[in-house]
């Protein structure tokens, strides 16, 4: 994972923020702060996220493809421009749907 975060004051085009890499998950940061942090993540065709659960809440949206979220065995299908919350405790994961990309963006603001 790439720890450094974006250069400041610097217009982004977020799509082209990562690219893809073969047979690989791919993530950089944008910001990393103790209450939070942005990163984006590219997923090549048949990768994926295994299951977790953070005690904090995450936003996740699609900027690119198609995503299949799972979130207490709920599956959600997402496509590009498309976002969702999951929620603190939550066992989730990112199953395969193709080549995509998404922004996950988790607010640390105490335990819940």
């Known amino acids: 994972m790439d720890t450094a975060e974006l250069e400041k004051s610097k217009v ?3 799509v082209e923020i990562i690219e ?30 295994g299951e977790k659960t953070t005690p904090f809440d995450t936003f996740v949206q699609i900027i690119d493809g198609q995503a299949d979220i799972v979130i207490n065995g709920e599956s959600n299908l997402l496509a590009t421009g498309e976002s969702i919350v999951i929620p603190a405790h939550a066992p989730n994961f990112v199953n395969p749907n ?15």
């Open 12 to 14: 982004h085009i977020t």
């Open 20 to 49: 893809y890499i073969a047979n690989s998950v791919v993530i950089k940061t944008i910001l990393k702060k103790s209450t939070g942090n942005i990163t984006v993540m590219s997923f090549d065709n048949g990768e994926g996220l």
């Open 98 to 112: 193709g080549r995509f990309k998404m922004i996950q963006t988790v607010i640390k603001c105490g335990y819940e």
